[in-house]
């Protein structure tokens, strides 16, 4: 029986690359969220490869797709939250006279909160999937270089992306106790629709632009489950493999820990915000 897969903002980028790669292995049925028609039309012709136009903004909307793939297929194997937008407004732009205009917040509906409800949703249908796949679901979200690191240009984005790490630590050791592997993909520049050639060039070296292939295969390594060692020769192995925040470059690919922990009172706060005794 094939896995299955779901990967939003599935039909431009990342996620289309790594679904024509799963589709491709002829071991995975793929299901592609994405909120343009043409380009999702234009995917779905390949032969196991199935696009649902969606608004992940929308909880409905997300869980009425998750609801028919489950019921069709009887499981899910793979969660892919890998919708997002880039951010070209200036955040520091000046207001001479009165209220400053709403600055919106459509970046923090798609990047974080349609991530949240796609994790959330991810993690009802894992549930629901045969006991045989514990241990073998993953949930990957798409957080960013920017999630890592602050970036001025595009302070908005940077926070969507910092969060989807945390919550990536928040979640992760929990949801290993059920058998899922919960961890974040941190790219640094990868030429997808996020960036015109035109932004690209004017912000970035050519030099730093990320190969898509190697960002497939950090993902295929992700969800084989197959220890994993990294461009520093740090080793995780396949059981501690969650709650990972995994930084692409180049064609390499590094584990970022979390902060060090540097006094007993933070090791017991933190010990007790994470419910150990």
Known sequence: MSKVALITGGTSGIGLAVAKHLEQTGDWQVNIIGSNQERGQAAASLSNLTFY????????????????????????????????????????????????????????????????????????????????????RNLILTSSIGGLYPCMLTPVYSSTKHALIGFTRSVGERLWEEGVRVNA??????????????????????????????????????????????????????????????HISGENFFFIEKPEIYDEQTRITWAAMMGHK
């Open 53 to 136: 136009q969606t608004d992940v903004r929308n909880y409905q909307q997300q869980a009425a797709v998750f609801e028919r793939i489950f019921n069709a297929a009887g499981r899910i194997d793979f969660v892919f939250a890998n919708a997002g937008r880039g951010d070209y407004t200036d955040f520091f732009a000046k207001c001479d006279a009165g209220i400053p205009p709403d600055p919106g917040s459509e970046l923090v509906d798609i990047n974080l909160n349609g991530a949240l409800y796609t994790s959330y949703l991810a993690m009802h249908y894992f549930r629901r999937s045969p006991e045989s796949t514990k241990g073998y």
């Open 185 to 246: 993909l941190c790219p640094g520049v990868v030429e997808t629709p996020l960036f015109s050639v035109e932004a690209f060039m004017s912000i970035f070296p050519r030099e730093v632009s990320i190969p898509m292939d190697v960002v497939i295969g950090v993902v295929s390594q992700l969800l084989s489950g197959a220890d994993m060692v990294d461009a520093k020769g740090m080793c995780v192995t396949g059981d501690e493999m969650h709650s990972r925040a995994v």
